[in-house]
């Protein structure tokens, strides 16, 4: 083979690495930390909670055909309704990311606590509960959005906390 060709191969192969590096992307593994007690959180697996406050369910994309439900409180959802308000009176094919609402006094169960250590992102915590009543009953969701976050331990990340603001523990 001539130089010129095996420069030729060369150049193509990193090309392709290139190309399928954003498939890959640089995240870390998630890991299971539901039973975990180095990962210090106020929550815990089988916990019910009940909503304080009306907050949104967003569907998310996390590709390849997959997606989660994620809980956002208001005017924070990127071409969402900025109030509960507004989504009540507004059409509601405007937000088709916006699954719904979870009202006051809805009850969630905690069912999975995950962590991972993304490369360009950092520590991140997911908190994964079901939904026990409501329009949006057996759905999954996260909840760590409406979660607060506070330096423990040897992460450093922010562990997701409990807002009393959002969520009411109601059974351990």
């Known amino acids: 083979m001539s130089r010129k060709t095996v420069s030729i191969i060369r150049a193509g192969r990193a090309v392709a690495f290139c190309l399928c590096l954003p498939l890959v992307g640089c995240s870390g593994t998630r890991k299971d930390i539901s039973n975990d007690p180095t990962y210090r959180t106020d929550y815990a697996t089988n916990q019910i909670y009940q909503a304080k406050l009306p907050v949104f369910v967003e ?76 329009p949006l009953v057996g759905k999954v969701i996260d909840v760590h959005l409406i979660s607060k976050r506070l330096e423990r331990g040897p992460l450093r990340g922010r562990v997701p906390t409990v807002d009393p603001d959002f969520l009411d523990l109601v059974r351990d």
């Open 59 to 134: 569907r998310i994309s996390l590709g390849f055909g997959k997606s989660k439900l994620l809980v956002e409180k208001p005017g924070r959802i990127q071409n969402g309704p900025e109030t509960v308000d507004e989504y009540h009176r507004g059409d509601k094919k405007k937000w088709p990311n916006v699954v719904g609402l979870i009202e006051p006094k809805t009850k969630i169960r905690i069912t999975k606590l995950e962590y991972e250590h993304d490369f360009e992102m950092g520590d991140l915590f997911y908190i994964y509960a079901e939904v026990l009543d409501g």
